[in-house]
């Protein structure tokens, strides 16, 4: 996502020299004053450590960020009431309003906050690719829910620091492609792509897959924020194309939607995590109808082993869990559980639990959660939802259902 995206899905970074280097150093030595200002700090028998989380809690798009903090947020606040942890756990927060140039101040706060032994985050591809250099400097573990560009574990980047908990856009624009070709047997396909990291990868992707399955290609693009989507809407009404592609986020997937409805436009239209949010039905209203969304996340009430999840999530937020609250929840329960196994609970460093991290296989709620040598998510199941009278309804596994 964001992907996501949702994907989308990256971070560039600025800061000084002498700022990286004081936080790639965080820290046995400063671990064994037990100063308040290294992780553990704060006196006492019982160390104290935080978990902090980034993402865009502000601004367009923000549900995404706001769905994965309260999942993060509730495994913390449960840890801490479990009464079996060696330590207290604190939760921090740091908005990069989806923003790539607002990114890196985003993170060097959690960075420059050495009781931060952990981030579940960034949430989008953009931001995540900004800001994993510094992360990377820091050796301070990035656990993104939701950041899905392909190219954010590529080895070159040595972004050292980022483990991504999802299947990535290979695996998202594929399953759309797989879709398209396989079980609505579609000829022609219009990808609009909203010229964000996010937009431009997964329509890489699901380009790619769609040709090899021998289905004619048009391309399009539309930047964020597009003030009037009618000549698009237009031009996709008269392009021949039996099929849409929409690569975006949902505060612009939303009225290009209402666009397309008031130009006749009845083929199927597809739409990654980045738009499979409320926010996409609740502006686009009826145009929303029988869109068809993907995302790597699975549908928390639709699974009797979130069940309680769910309860507890609803019962603090009096909402519904929404796309990534319970992936969040795990990897922050995952970062716990690996924090756990440290034989002296005072010896928790950043270096040391991203090593941890990095080596580990953890069972969560909605998936298991391993990595390759690169911080690559293993697996790759895809889900798909249709918009149904003014809700998004699971529809199930993309690949199950393309069989069919």
Known sequence: MLKRSMIKIALPVVASALVLSACGSDDKKD????????????GGDKPTYTIGFQAGLSGENSALGLNEKKGAELAVEQANASGALPFTLKFTTSDDEASETKSVAAAQKLIDDKNVVVVVGPAFSG?????????????LATLSPSATRVSLTDPK?????????TPNDSAQGGGMAMYFSQKLHLKNVMIVNDKTPYGEGLAAVAKDGLTKAGVQVQSESAPQKTPDYTS?????????ADGLIYAGYYDDAA???????????TIPMISGDGTKDDKFVDNAKDAAENWLLTCPCMDASKEAKTAKFVTDYKAKYKEDPGAY???????ANFAIEQMKTFSDPKSITREA?????KAATYTGLTKTFKFDQNGEYVGEDIFLYTVKGGKI??????????KS
Do not use: H, W
Not at 157 to 165: E, K, Q, V
Not at 255 to 265: S, T
């Open 232 to 240: 698009l809407a237009t031009k996709v009404k008269n392009s021949g």
């Open 127 to 139: 931001p995540t690719q900004a800001a994993s250099p510094n992360y990377a400097k820091a050796k």
């Open 31 to 42: 671990d064994s004053k037990g100063s308040s200002s290294a992780p553990g700090g704060g």
């Open 393 to 402: 309804e699971y529809t199930g596994n993309i690949k199950e259902l393309s």
């Open 255 to 265: 009225p290009f939607a209402k666009k397309l409805k008031e130009a006749g436009v």
């Open 353 to 357: 639990l991203l090593g941890k991290l």
């Open 157 to 165: 980047n040595n972004f050292t620091a980022f483990l991504r908990g």
């Open 325 to 331: 609250s319970a992936e969040s929840y795990d990897l």
